[in-house]
Nanobody
Framework: QVQLVESGGGLVEPGGSLRVSCAAF????????MGWYRQAPGKQRELVGV???????NYAPSVSGRFTISRDDYHHTVTLQMNSLKTDNTATYYC?????????WGQGTQVTVSF
């Protein structure tokens, strides 16, 4: 079992920056991919970006160039740095990770982009 604990998030004005982080506990040494999804009100959950064990990250086109995912395999953490935020980036952001056999989700952290 892997437990994910997210932190960060909050309210930010359009054009601003925000960072959310996620720490993995339990069998964290078994983790392969780490990344983030988000779900806006009334919409389906969608991929933001993911990293693999070599640190390579892939991003959704809508966030590429503005968002950066970093992972620390020693501390079993993954961070999402969000820059140039837009109002339509408002959503609950979920940390996700996988082992060889299962996917795990965090509880979600709210990011609101508004004046």
């Amino acid at each position: 079992q892997v437990q994910l604990v997210e932190s960060g998030g909050g309210l930010v004005e359009p054009g601003g920056s925000l960072r959310v982080s996620c720490a993995a506990f339990g069998r964290a040494s078994s983790i392969y991919g780490m990344g983030w999804y988000r779900q806006a009100p009334g919409k389906q959950r969608e991929l933001v970006g993911v990293t693999v064990t070599d640190g390579t990250a892939n991003y959704a086109p809508s966030v590429s160039g503005r968002f950066t995912i970093s992972r620390d395999d020693y501390h079993h953490t993954v961070t999402l740095q969000m820059n140039s935020l837009k109002t339509d980036n408002t959503a609950t952001y979920y940390c996700v990770t996988n082992t060889a056999s299962e996917h795990y989700w965090g509880q979600g952290t709210q990011v609101t982009v508004s004046f």
